[in-house]
């Protein structure tokens, strides 16, 4: 598998979060699928939710559930890992509601989420956010965001565009005057290329670099506490 910088970079910010979570502390990982990220809460107590209706594989998980209804009391969690799964959701609000219920007062949840990505788990893929998304969908649901940033940099995102071009960029257009689809398949030969070898580079280039602040990020990662 090519290298992806935003695996990378999701990494990195569940460790940071990871950190803060003091030993015993418990966290909820809602919408965890295969748990990528449980190793990093060995010191805690990790509990999951998951509804299991994609057709993919999942981890098992403490709760079998829609995220609009956890079966747990108020206040149960310490922490709320919440990674690339808003998007997935046809009521956000009320499932951020929901996972502060189960928050304690001052308790805290990463989310990560993407504003540029292809349709993905369908039928179960209803939105992109952008910053101001996110701000008004927390502040809505009872939480006091703490930051919102780039996951990523231009690069990553740009990465990702090339090597979405390089795979499905048309060598033959359906229709059109004859001599424009002539011209189309060369250069959309080379520019799918040029795309397959410069996307890694990217990707690399993002993974040691930081290029946030200019264009747009493929994904926003959100810091917020339950109030």
Known sequence: MAFNSS??????????????????ERVLDAGAGMQPYAH???????????????????APQTYICDLVDIPVEDRRFDHVVFN???????????????????????????????LFYQEHEQPYDFYRYTQFAHQHMFEQAGFEVSSIDWLEGYYGT?????????????????????????????????????????APILARLD???????????KNYVVSAKAI
Request: net charge positive; proline share 7%; aromatic share 8%.
């Open 158 to 198: 740009a990465s990702y565009q090339l090597r979405g071009l390089s795979k499905n960029l048309p060598l033959w257009p359906k229709s059109g005057e004859i001599w424009a689809r002539l011209l189309a398949l060369p250069v959309a030969t080379i520019i799918r290329i040029l795309g397959s070898l410069l």
């Open 7 to 24: 695996r990378y970079h999701l990494l990195k910010v569940n460790e940071t979060f990871a950190k803060g979570v003091k030993a015993g």
């Open 207 to 217: 993974q040691h670099t930081d290029s946030r602040g200019v264009g747009y990020p």
């Open 40 to 58: 990093l809460f060995a010191h805690a107590i990790y509990e999951s939710a998951d509804f299991t209706k994609v057709d993919k594989s999942y």
């Open 84 to 114: 690339q799964v808003l998007e997935h959701l046809p009521d956000p609000i009320a499932v951020l509601k929901e996972l502060r219920r189960v928050l304690k007062p001052g308790g805290r949840i990463i989310c990560t989420c993407p």
